[in-house]
T-cell receptor, first 115, second 113 residues
Framework: GAGVSQSPSNKVTEKGKDVELRCDPI?????LYWYRQSLGQGLEFLIY????????KSGLPSDRFSAERTGGSVSTLTIQRTQQEDSAVYLC?????????????FGPGTRLTVL | AQSVAQPEDQVNVAEGNPLTVKCTYS??????LFWYVQYPNRGLQFLLK??????LVKGSYGFEAEFNKSQTSFHLKKPSALVSDSALYFC???????????FGKGTRLHILP
């Protein structure tokens, strides 16, 4: 497909379990971002990757959160020992700054519910 | 570190009236500024951006925004609101020195028929 895809679209898990959320960016986009959208909290920056540079992890809320990007393409956001406050929609976006396209293209998100 | 403020959680406007959604920003260097819209049960869509040049930027669906450096603002405007403009609007800023993009908390726009 031409857009950013995320999987799963919905994830329900029990408190204490680990979850993995996947993002497939637009082919050729060098930058990839993860955000969290909670009710009333807007879009919270989590982490971004740019090419082969070290990722900016400054938005990760705790050490239970981690992300990797393999081969400069697909990214996985992992949340360990999930807590109820982790419930949110997790959004992925990609952009191609090197081509002069500064705007981000967003995926549909993964809705995470921690019971 | 950059930041964005959207001072209004919600804005109500009658259909046909002009609308303004406010955004102010803080960034160390020169900013890139963006507006995105999120319709119910849909992903975020890009509306417009300010990179350089003209302070008045025109975007999708008849929206425009004015970059005001002295007031560090980038308010979103439309001359005549439509009911279909009802959605959640996000302002975002990027420092030109890196790729980190920070979003505001969003403003819910209600256009009343």
């Amino acid at each position: 497909g031409a857009g950013v895809s995320q999987s799963p679209s919905n994830k329900v898990t029990e408190k204490g379990k680990d979850v993995e959320l996947r993002c497939d960016p637009i082919s050729g986009h060098t930058a990839l971002y993860w955000y969290r959208q909670s009710l009333g909290q807007g879009l919270e920056f989590l982490i971004y990757f740019q090419g082969n540079s070290a990722p900016d992890k400054s938005g990760l809320p705790s050490d239970r959160f981690s992300a990797e990007r393999t081969g400069g393409s697909v990214s996985t956001l992992t949340i360990q020992r999930t807590q109820q406050e982790d419930s949110a929609v997790y959004l992925c976006a990609s952009s191609n700054r090197l081509a002069g396209h500064n705007e981000q293209f967003f995926g549909p998100g993964t809705r995470l519910t921690v019971l | 570190a950059q930041s964005v403020a959207q001072p209004e959680d919600q804005v109500n406007v009658a259909e046909g009236n002009p609308l303004t959604v406010k955004c102010t920003y803080s960034v160390s260097g020169n900013p890139y500024l963006f507006w995105y819209v999120q319709y119910p049960n849909r992903g975020l869509q890009f509306l417009l951006k300010y990179i350089t040049g003209d302070n008045l930027v025109k975007g999708s669906y008849g929206f425009e925004a004015e970059f005001n450096k002295s007031q560090t603002s980038f308010h979103l405007k439309k001359p005549s609101a439509l009911v279909s403009d009802s959605a959640l609007y996000f302002c975002a800023v990027r420092d030109r020195r890196d790729d980190k993009i920070i979003f505001g908390k969003g403003t819910r726009l209600h256009i009343l028929p």
